[in-house]
């Protein structure tokens, strides 16, 4: 089975380009993170069309997340247990939707951004991330042998080279020790990082700014990630980033990241 997770900056904008690349990519799951549009906007015969069922969770234009899955799609749950909200009155936003696919349960995850250092989104960011922690924690210990993957845009280069220039983020969001640590923390509670093995070394990431000519000069960030729990990182054969996808006329500013399963969810 072939999981991809991809935050594709407005997927009405994106239409043409999320179906070419389902084409191309014959990936199973697809986890989509900052749809950037309502439930009733959401363009989901791009995904219906191919065969794919979807769930979509949004709430406005911004935020929004979203699994297609051609191998099943049961259990569909909006929000994490706990998960926090934001604002005065607080409201939890559409960053976290959950689904079962053949056996595999899938989270897509849009982490909060965090702002500036002083900014309350930042706080915000690491009480989500906690709170995030405390679900999977729980989950793991109701089933040691649940196949679980947290899935999609982190907001977090958990490592130095993860970003092009560590001085060029001294004071700012992505690279603090407190967003590294709860990140460190989802990894102790028992959900693996399992792509970097298969995309080693400094200069390899998943999104570039759309400003300043970030992806002809390899100005990226490495923020896209999948976490498996245990019994499912045992199933982790390979994964890639499609750097390919981030090229041309109306790109994201991500790159989906694909990762491939071998056996079965109840082997």
């Not at 220039?165 to 969001?173: L, N």
């Not at 590294?180 to 509670?189: E, G, I, M, P, S």
């Amino acid at each position: 089975m072939r999981i991809a997770t991809w935050n594709v900056n407005s997927a009405r904008a994106r239409t043409e380009r999320i179906g070419a690349w389902l084409d191309r990519s014959d990936v199973d799951v697809l986890a989509i993170q900052e749809t950037k549009a309502r439930d009733d906007q959401f363009p989901a015969s791009v995904f219906t069309d191919r065969g794919y069922e979807v769930a979509h969770h949004g709430l406005s234009q911004w935020n929004g997340v979203a699994i297609a899955s051609r191998v099943g799609l049961a259990d569909v749950q909006i929000g994490f247990p706990g998960q926090p909200g934001y604002g005065e009155p607080e409201e939890v936003e559409a960053r976290a939707i959950g689904a079962t696919c053949a056996g595999v349960q899938v989270w897509s995850l849009y982490v909060p951004n965090g702002r500036e250092i002083d900014h309350p989104h930042y706080a915000y960011k690491l009480r989500w991330l906690e709170a995030l922690r405390e679900a999977g924690a729980a989950r793991l210990a109701e089933d040691p042998r649940a196949q679980v993957a947290y899935v999609g845009d982190f907001n977090i280069a958990p490592e130095d080279m993860d970003v092009w220039d560590m001085a060029e983020f001294e004071g700012k969001t992505h690279v603090t020790e407190p967003e590294r640590a709860a990140f460190t923390k989802l990894v102790d509670a028992g959900f693996a990082e399992v792509v970097r093995q298969y995309t080693p070394g400094p200069g390899v990431y998943t999104y570039w700014d759309y400003k300043a000519l970030s992806f002809p000069k390899r100005k990226g960030m490495r923020i896209d990630f999948v976490l498996a729990s245990p019994a499912l990182s045992e199933r982790v054969s390979g994964a890639r980033i499609d750097r390919e996808e981030r090229k041309g006329k109306g790109a994201s500013d991500h790159a989906p990241v694909i990762v491939e399963l071998d056996g079965e969810a109840d082997a």
